[in-house]
Nanobody, 116 residues
Framework: QVQVVESGGGLAQPGGSLRLSCTVS????????MNWYRQAPGKQRELVAT???????NYVDSVKGRFTISRDNAENMVSLQMNSLKAEDTAVYYC??????????WGQGVNVTVSA
């Protein structure tokens, strides 16, 4: 089992920044990828950013150049730095961990609102 807990989020103005963090515990040695998803009101959940064990990253086109996913192995944490925020970034953001099996674990979600 893997436990996933998100923190961060909140309200930001357009053009501003927020940082989301996800702390992982449990059988972390089984993890092969860590992801951030988001779900905006009335829309399907979408994959925003991925970080695999070999350090490879991938982003949805709409956030490329603005968002950065990173991992702190010492803290068992993955973060999502969000810069140049836009109103369309407003959503509930979820941390997702993929473990060998495969098994997938989700956090509870954090709200991000971008508004003037």
């Amino acid at each position: 089992q893997v436990q996933v807990v998100e923190s961060g989020g909140g309200l930001a103005q357009p053009g501003g920044s927020l940082r989301l963090s996800c702390t992982v515990s449990g059988r972390i040695f089984e993890i092969f990828a860590m992801n951030w998803y988001r779900q905006a009101p009335g829309k399907q959940r979408e994959l925003v950013a991925t970080l695999t064990n070999d350090g490879s990253t991938n982003y949805v086109d709409s956030v490329k150049g603005r968002f950065t996913i990173s991992r702190d192995n010492a803290e068992n944490m993955v973060s999502l730095q969000m810069n140049s925020l836009k109103a369309e970034d407003t959503a509930v953001y979820y941390c997702n961990v993929a473990a060998y099996g495969p098994s997938y674990y989700w956090g509870q979600g954090v709200n991000v609102t971008v508004s003037a």
